[in-house]
């Protein structure tokens, strides 16, 4: 199958309408990765999800709405805590996990009573939504177990010649995927951190359940490794930049080739050095460095934003890329 890269706009959409209205998958851009959609009402569709993802069949999809008043097509109840989310954070990045409605396919939600439901904010997204006419489920456009992808080259260095359309919107705002809470209950679930934060949502809700019941994880998509970087990655603190640099002229001395992204100015014996500003310019440009770095550094070292806020929702996914290597 030919991948055809096209810049978003009319002729885009129309070439997306025709696919997804046959029963075909096509990538999108969002605000926070690029998303890989089909008709949330066909089960032979999303099935193509998960066969072009190679994605595990009990790990479910968002499905993604043009716009708010449409949630209730795709869920049995609206609770109070999922009205005040929706109230204050839709359209934007983050999804709420809700009672599902008969309508969606199983295949959808891998059989489970809950939907999630996402109502993007970037104007590509929407518009690309609209134009279908039906509810797009849709993970992100990545092979599961890399990175998501925040440009459409990423969506087709992984899936090229497997969909046959990548709309191309340019590079993702966010650059992470998007908070997931669960809205089903009475107090909100985080379980996904995202650009909106715990202490955005207990400022709109007065409270937060812990992800865990009874110590069992609650969500399907966090046991899995969500990415195994071809390189090492290691973390470091900024009160242990010392260590760090000890660490690099050790592993420098065994032949090993090392980049280090830092958000302070640090100087380390490198010849590649990648400065941050703050913890929303490493999200936007985390997943491009590791997918264009792994495959040129044995090591890449990233100096830990903050945990708090959004630094905390970057640290996730630090920690996860990384195998929890920290240096101490
Ligand atoms: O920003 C995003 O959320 C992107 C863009 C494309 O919208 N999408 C995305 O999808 O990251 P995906 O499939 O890579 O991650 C969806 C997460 C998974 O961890 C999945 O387990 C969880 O949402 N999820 C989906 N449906 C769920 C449900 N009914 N209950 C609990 N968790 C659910
Ligand atoms: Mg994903």
């Not at 025709?18 to 890989?36: D, H, Q, S």
């Not at 008709?39 to 043009?66: C, W």
Request: aromatic share 6%; glycine share 8%; proline share 6%.
């Amino acid at each position: 199958m030919e991948t055809k890269v096209l810049p978003a706009g009319v002729k885009a959409y129309d070439a997306a309408k025709k696919i997804i209205l046959g029963g075909g998958i096509v990538a999108f851009p969002t605000e926070t990765v690029y998303g890989l959609g089909a008709n949330a009402y066909s089960d032979d569709a999303v099935k193509k999800i998960f066969i072009a993802k190679g994605r595990p069949n009990d790990n479910p999809l968002i499905v993604h709405l043009e716009n708010t008043n449409k949630i209730e097509s795709v869920c049995s109840e609206i609770t109070v805590t999922a009205k005040k989310l929706i109230k204050e954070f839709m359209p934007g990045p983050i999804t709420i996990v809700l009672k599902k409605s008969p309508k969606i396919s199983n295949f959808v939600t891998c059989n489970l009573d809950t939907v999630a439901v996402r109502v993007p904010q970037n104007k590509y997204a929407v518009e690309f939504i609209k134009m279908c006419g039906c509810p797009i489920a849709a993970p992100s456009a990545n092979t599961s177990g890399r990175p998501s992808p925040t440009l459409a080259q990423h969506v087709l260095d992984d899936l090229n010649g497997k969909i046959p359309l990548i709309i191309d919107g340019g590079m993702c705002d966010v650059g992470i995927e998007s908070t997931v809470v669960d809205a089903s209950g009475e107090a909100p679930v985080i379980l996904r951190p995202g650009k909106i934060t715990a202490e955005d949502i207990i400022k709109v809700c007065g409270k937060l359940a812990p992800a865990q019941k009874n110590g069992k994880i609650i969500s399907p998509g966090t046991k899995y490794k969500h990415y195994a970087p071809v390189c090492d990655i290691y973390l470091f603190d900024a009160f242990l930049a010392e260590k760090a640099g000890e660490f690099i002229d050790k592993k420098t001395a065994e032949g090993l080739n090392i980049l280090a992204i830092t958000k302070n100015v640090r100087n380390f014996n490198l010849n590649k050095i990648i400065n941050y500003q703050d913890e929303f310019e490493l999200a936007k440009n985390l997943y491009s460095y590791l997918r264009t770095w792994e495959n040129i550094y044995d090591i890449i070292l990233i100096e830990k934003p903050d945990d708090q806020g959004m630094g905390s929702s970057v640290l996730n996914r630090l920690l996860k890329a990384s195998g929890g290597k920290i240096i101490d």
